[in-house]
C-alpha cells in the first residue's frame, strides 16, 4: 500500500487535473472560433497528420484516449466536412484507416498560427524557460509511465509527409 500522500502531492495531482480542463476549455473555444470544429476533432486531425496522414481507428483510439464509438462520431463529423476519409486496411478487411484529406491538412496550415498564439499565451508566457523545460520533462515522465510513450512537440513543418 502506497503512504499517504502529502498535501502538496495531493494539490500537485487535484492541479494537473484542473488545468488539464482549463487547457482543453481554452483551446477548445479557439479552434471552434477559428474552424467552426471542436478541439476534439482537431486533435484527430494533428494525430493523423502526425502519423503520416492514416491511421488504424482503433490505434487513433488510444492515442486521443477516446472510446471507439466517441472516436467514430467524431470521425463522422470530419468525414460530412471534407477534412477525414476512411477506408479499408489493406492488410486487414475488417480494419479501419482514418486519413486526412487535403482539405484537412489544410485547415491545419491554415490555423496553425493561431493556435500557436492560443499556446504561448495559456501556457508558455506565464512561465520561466526554466518552469517550461522542467514542466515538459515532469509531463514527459507521467507520460511515459501513464501511456508507454511521449507525445507531442510536432510543429506542422515537422511532420511526416502524406502517404
Known amino acids: 500500500m502506497a503512504e499517504k500522500l502529502s498535501p502538496t502531492e495531493l494539490a500537485l ?20 472560433e477559428h474552424t467552426g470544429i471542436k478541439y476534439s476533432q482537431y486533435e484527430v486531425l494533428i494525430r493523423l497528420r502526425n502519423a503520416g496522414g492514416e491511421i488504424r481507428m482503433t490505434e487513433l483510439a488510444n492515442k486521443l484516449v477516446s472510446t ?3 472516436l467514430t462520431y467524431q470521425v463522422s463529423q470530419l468525414e460530412k466536412a471534407g477534412l477525414v476519409t476512411r477506408v479499408v486496411a489493406p492488410d486487414d478487411e475488417r480494419g479501419v484507416l482514418a486519413r486526412i484529406t487535403d482539405e484537412g491538412r489544410q485547415m491545419l496550415r491554415d490555423v496553425s498560427q493561431t ?23 515532469a509531463l514527459g515522465a507521467l507520460q511515459i509511465h501513464l ?10 513543418d515537422l511532420a511526416p509527409p502524406a502517404s
Not at 495531482?13 to 471552434?32: C, N, P, Q, S, Y
Not at 504561448?120 to 522542467?134: D, H, M, W
Request: proline letters at 5%; aromatic letters at 4%; glycine letters at 8%.
Open 68 to 70: 471507439p464509438s466517441a
Open 115 to 137: 493556435q500557436n498564439d492560443m499556446i504561448v499565451e495559456a501556457t508558455i508566457a506565464p512561465l520561466s524557460r526554466a518552469q517550461v523545460e522542467a514542466t515538459y520533462r
Open 147 to 156: 501511456r508507454g510513450e511521449e507525445t507531442g512537440g510536432m510543429t506542422p
Open 13 to 32: 495531482f487535484e492541479r494537473l487535473i484542473d488545468v488539464g480542463k482549463l487547457l482543453e476549455r481554452r483551446a477548445d473555444r479557439a479552434t471552434r
